[in-house]
């Protein structure tokens, strides 16, 4: 439906809010909602109640229908966060808290995982899929006997993902599981199947496990039920969805063989699009999928933009931009992760903040912050390009920390290539495009896309400051080797690198 009348809805599940977006084909916002969700966190625990999804979403979508009355609803689709599970009975109802995709309770079964084939990170669906078998599998009381293998789970038990859950309300029947969404579950996308044999020996059996669809396939429509709770008009279809970090990188429109988006949030998730999957031994960088085929291969770095938030509470970020300018380039090297432990571009648990010399104050602090998550984005391309990614594409930046033009112009210095920055970046706006995508049922979703996002500025990077900063990004790459954090390969391909874009040694 090219038809500028008719709304496309996304729905993004987030960890602090669900957002809803209705868009035209051509990337006009004609309404969009929000309504906040609440989290238990305590150490590595990070849980939420699902129930709270169906009444926030509830909200969220009558506040963004309500501002476009009468306006036609040619479909809607749901992401998720990725490695957010929880257990259901037959009937779809919860009966175990969400674990959210950062708790890090399982890293004991995801250690066993990895010891049956399966390449998972120690916050994947999988290890918490297990994990919840054992506190919550056989009825209650069951505990750690059972998360050892020791006992079969109740029959009428069922996995599902985030998104699962609302579907279910919206449709009135549970759906299948999206491929994006079931990736760190352990299925095999290029296959198109559940690793039968390993999730078996693992003890996680095949009744558990849901049916799997491609991202945009038709689950079914919005029953009556649903659309009095909702807004969204009855009838309008439900196309499944994909993972936050997916629905993000649609949303920048970085779909093109070559293209790459970084999103800057609280944490940094790099992504890009390519004809074939990017292989990578040590399973740091994993390989989502888009529905028309393409790859869309990266990984999900422990720094980010958080580390400001986490330093600074209370700052303004624009004021303190403008007095780190003075500290360009920072002699204080940074490497700001947000939670100990780093997933991409390597994989060192033991990792912890890391901060060398001495800052100058607040301003200089911030700077070698702004600085160091500029490095750590760096390196994850150096990284990619190790593994033989094309990078010849476009880059674009994405998450909250894209709001800042001078931490962007800097990325862009730091990383000696131009990037785009698209207006509106929401993971709920790459959830429309994909509803407006599987509606139309062919053709390619970039084409679909580049329809619906529009870019707002080009940074060009300046090559003087990209010299400036080779001295201390090598500083960084040197001490992150010496550590045993990062390979000795990885930080010489690095550094050579550097010695290309600078035309130094
Ligand atoms: N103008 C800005 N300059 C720098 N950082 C910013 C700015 N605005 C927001 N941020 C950062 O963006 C992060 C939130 O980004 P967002 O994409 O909304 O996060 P999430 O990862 O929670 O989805 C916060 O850590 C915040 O510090
Ligand atoms: O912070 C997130 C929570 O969802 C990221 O989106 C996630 O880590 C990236 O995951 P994916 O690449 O599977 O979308």
Redesign the pocket.
Known sequence: MADESAGWLGIDL???SVRVLLVTAAGRVLGSGSAPLTGRRDGVRHEQDPEQWWSALCTASRAALGSAPGVPVGGLAVCGTSGTVLLTDGSGRPVSPALMYDDGRAVAEAARARKAGLAVQDTWALPKALWLLGEYGGGAGTGRAARAGGRAPAPRLRLAHQPDLVIARLTGEPPPADSSHTLKTGYDLHAEAWPQAALAQLGLPERLLPDVVRPGTRLGEVCPDAADATGIPAGTPVLAGMTDGCAAQIASGALRPGSWNS?????LVLKGATRDPVRDPTGVVYNHRAPDGTWLPGGASSV???A??AHFPDAD??AM?ARAAAFEPSRAVAYPLVSPGERFPFRAPDATALVLGEPEGDAGLWAALLQGVGFAERLCLDYLHHLGAPLDGPLTF????A??RY?NQLRADILARPARVPEQTEPALGMAALAAYGASGAGALADVTERMVRVRTVLEPRPDRTAALAEPYARLVHALRERGWLPAPVAEHALTRLHLDTGES
């Open positions: 987030g960890t602090q999103v800057l949030g609280t944490t980010g933009a958080g400001l938030r970020p624009a931009d994405t998450g909250g920390g709001r800042s931490w």
